[in-house]
């Protein structure tokens, strides 16, 4: 036994050893790219693991540490993350950060006027190395060597010409064909060679030019002059911008504090839109769970009365719903509802001689969308209201019934406020749920049909869920994607609310039933 211990004691130490050694290694990495925040979690995250392994005091923790890896794995760091880019303009057009900007920026050039052009053959050798020789104007041929060119005399013996004199070969180099050439076309590209102080890029499939740079960064200023024309462009608002309000593309990422907040506020249209949708989001949750409330508990009030006969089966029947996947559901209420095509439009068409807009007109997909929703979540309340119907006393009944209650007063004095004591926690989790139901939303009728005039992608049935989605990948202005990350954490925040109102509810409950 005590071999064994030892042995495991080895292979442990065996495994943290060679953990730690790719922690030094990622660091490093880290350390190198100036990655300050990812090294920091990393080293952190490894010193705990360390202490947990080797400590003997930590030796609880042992069994916390998975899960509590998880939680900021999957929860608070994906929290932290869309905090930090609600904070900043990150969105089309702002997507990298300065320093690329700058580089990409730099990497720029232009053709000067009086500039110079060269035609080219180029040359491959069996390692896959690409040169070429350039031919000017008057008669000169260079050769590119690394990044720069070289004068050549293409009469020297190494250069082997072909039958109509021109250069085929050289060194362990062959020449390319045009087909060749065309397919090489992205290494020709990246060609940057130094000649006289200037570059020599591609210039077309045929011609290489001599290219000035396009910008300087200028770091003391934080701003980029045009080489060409002289002008200043200084860093403002993520965007390297003229004195006459000209923004060189692309921009940058920055912190812009609560804007993006703000906005919802204070920019009218963002504020309509939101509105809008906000108003829309709380009455489709409201309207499902009322209606599937009550469609469940009058299902599950009428299959608790022991002398309904094939209640079982029925049971059965009614439970289809919630045991059909959700997705594949939806899709089929997509096509039942479909305007020209849908069934239920050819029903209506053959009744009364008209067809319903469902999917087009805002207040018929809405009434769709309840429907379809309610279709899928009844099943859940009626099974929730038999369970809580099962559990309340019968004698409370046969005492009221002595009393002289009638049925309905049986129903609304005895059943209902026991009833609410189990199902209310349960309708306010359903009322979350609703809330950022994005699933049903997107698959039938993905926020459509589009409002005229919105200042955002906010379509007549999109809730906040399914508008935030839009608004980080199809907005007309581009990807916003801190508005975006800004509407999350609002939704967040609302159903963190509702969850608190959530347990409030249920400990008051709770003493009520105690109290009972």
Same mark, same amino acid.
């Given at each position: 036994?005590?071999?064994?211990?030892?042995?495991?004691?080895?292979?442990?130490?065996?495994?943290?050893?060679?953990?730690?050694?790719?922690?030094?290694?990622?660091?490093?990495?880290?350390?190198?790219?100036?990655?300050?925040?990812?090294?920091?979690?990393?080293?952190?995250?490894?010193?705990?693991?360390?202490?947990?392994?080797?400590?003997?005091?930590?030796?609880?923790?042992?069994?916390?540490?998975?899960?509590?890896?998880? $939680?900021?794995?999957?929860?608070?760091?994906?929290?932290?993350?869309?905090?930090?880019?609600?904070?900043?303009?990150?969105?089309?057009?702002?997507?990298?950060?300065?320093?690329?900007?700058?580089?990409?920026?730099?990497?720029?050039?232009?053709?000067?006027?009086?500039?110079?052009?060269?035609?080219?053959?180029?040359?491959?050798?069996?390692?896959?190395?690409?040169?070429?020789?350039? $031919?000017?104007?008057?008669?000169?041929?260079? !050769?590119?060597?690394?990044?720069?060119?070289?004068?050549?005399?293409?009469?020297?013996?190494?250069?082997?010409?072909?039958?109509?004199?021109?250069?085929?070969?050289?060194?362990?180099?062959?020449?390319?064909?045009?087909?060749?050439?065309?397919?090489?076309?992205?290494?020709?590209?990246?060609?940057?060679?130094?000649?006289?102080?200037?570059?020599?890029?591609?210039?077309?499939?045929?011609?290489?030019?001599?290219?000035?740079?396009?910008?300087?960064?200028?770091?003391?200023?934080?701003?980029?002059?045009?080489?060409?024309?002289?002008?200043?462009?200084?860093?403002?608002?993520?965007?390297?911008?003229?004195?006459?309000?000209?923004?060189?593309?692309?921009?940058?990422?920055?912190?812009?504090?609560?804007?993006?907040?703000?906005?919802?506020?204070?920019?009218?249209?963002?504020?309509?839109?939101?509105?809008?949708?906000?108003?829309?989001?709380?009455?489709?949750?409201?309207?499902?769970?009322?209606?599937?409330?009550?469609?469940?508990?009058? $299902?599950?009030?009428?299959?608790?009365?022991?002398?309904?006969?094939?209640?079982?089966?029925?049971?059965?029947?009614?439970?289809?719903?919630?045991?059909?996947?959700?997705?594949?559901?939806?899709?089929?209420?997509?096509? !039942?509802?479909?305007?020209?095509?849908?069934?239920?439009?050819?029903?209506?068409?053959?009744?009364?001689?008209?067809?319903?807009?469902?999917?087009?007109?805002p207040f018929w997909a809405r009434t769709a969308l309840i429907f379809?929703?309610?279709?899928?979540?009844?099943?859940?309340?009626?099974?929730?209201?038999?369970?809580?119907?099962?559990?309340?006393?019968?004698?409370?009944?046969?005492?009221?019934?002595?009393?002289?209650?009638?049925?309905?007063?049986?129903?609304?004095?005895?059943?209902?406020?026991?009833?609410?004591?189990?199902?209310?926690?349960?309708?306010?989790?359903?009322?979350?749920?609703?809330?950022?139901?994005?699933?049903?939303?997107?698959?039938?009728?993905?926020?459509?049909?589009?409002?005229l005039g919105a200042a955002t992608p906010a379509g007549a049935t999109?809730?906040?869920?399914?508008?935030?989605?839009r608004l980080a990948f199809e907005g007309d202005r581009g990807n916003?994607?801190?508005?975006?990350?800004?509407?999350?954490?609002?939704?967040?925040?609302?159903?963190?609310?509702?969850?608190?109102?959530?347990?409030?509810?249920?400990?008051?409950?709770?003493?009520?039933?105690?109290?009972?």
């Amino acid at each position: 036994m005590a071999g064994r211990a030892v042995v495991a004691q080895g292979v442990k130490l065996g495994l943290l050893a060679l953990l730690d050694g790719g922690v030094v290694w990622a660091a490093i990495s880290l350390l190198l790219r100036a990655d300050y925040i990812p090294f920091a979690i990393l080293t952190a995250g490894a010193f705990l693991l360390n202490y947990v392994v080797l400590s003997r005091r930590a030796y609880p923790l042992r069994f916390l540490l998975p899960g509590l890896v998880f $939680l900021f794995a999957m929860v608070v760091y994906p929290i932290g993350y869309t905090i930090n880019v609600s904070l900043t303009n990150l969105q089309t057009g702002n997507l990298l950060t300065k320093a690329q900007v700058v580089a990409q920026l730099e990497g720029r050039y232009y053709l000067p006027p009086d500039h110079e052009t060269f035609t080219y053959w180029a040359f491959r050798n069996p390692q896959g190395e690409l040169r070429v020789i350039l $031919l000017a104007e008057d008669g000169r041929s260079y !050769l590119s060597e690394r990044n720069t060119l070289l004068p050549v005399d293409l009469t020297d013996p190494r250069f082997v010409r072909g039958a109509d004199g021109t250069v085929v070969a050289f060194d362990d180099f062959t020449r390319l064909s045009w087909a060749q050439i065309y397919q090489s076309l992205p290494a020709l590209e990246r060609l940057d060679l130094m000649w006289e102080g200037v570059h020599v890029r591609l210039a077309t499939v045929r011609e290489f030019g001599t290219y000035l740079r396009k910008y300087e960064y200028l770091r003391d200023a934080d701003a980029i002059r045009d080489l060409e024309t002289g002008i200043v462009y200084t860093a403002r608002e993520g965007y390297f911008t003229s004195p006459d309000g000209v923004r060189i593309e692309p921009g940058f990422q920055i912190y812009v504090g609560f804007r993006n907040y703000l906005d919802v506020l204070r920019n009218p249209g963002v504020r309509a839109d939101f509105t809008r949708v906000f108003g829309w989001t709380v009455a489709w949750s409201f309207l499902t769970v009322f209606f599937s409330f009550w469609v469940g508990l009058v $299902l599950a009030y009428l299959l608790n009365d022991p002398y309904v006969r094939g209640r079982f089966f029925y049971r059965s029947l009614l439970i289809i719903p919630y045991a059909m996947p959700a997705f594949i559901s939806a899709l089929v209420w997509a096509g !039942l509802f479909n305007t020209d095509l849908g069934v239920i439009n050819r029903i209506i068409g053959e009744l009364f001689g008209t067809k319903v807009r469902w999917l087009q007109d805002p207040f018929w997909a809405r009434t769709a969308l309840i429907f379809i929703n309610v279709w899928l979540t009844y099943p859940y309340m009626m099974i929730v209201s038999l369970g809580a119907l099962q559990s309340i006393p019968k004698e409370m009944y046969e005492a009221a019934r002595v009393d002289g209650a009638t049925g309905w007063q049986r129903f609304w004095t005895i059943t209902m406020p026991l009833l609410w004591v189990s199902v209310a926690p349960l309708l306010i989790g359903s009322f979350a749920f609703t809330f950022n139901n994005f699933t049903i939303i997107w698959l039938v009728t993905a926020g459509r049909p589009a409002v005229l005039g919105a200042a955002t992608p906010a379509g007549a049935t999109d809730i906040l869920i399914s508008w935030t989605y839009r608004l980080a990948f199809e907005g007309d202005r581009g990807n916003q994607l801190g508005l975006a990350s800004a509407v999350s954490i609002i939704i967040f925040v609302i159903i963190a609310t509702i969850s608190a109102v959530n347990f409030r509810f249920t400990r008051a409950l709770e003493d009520v039933s105690r109290g009972v």
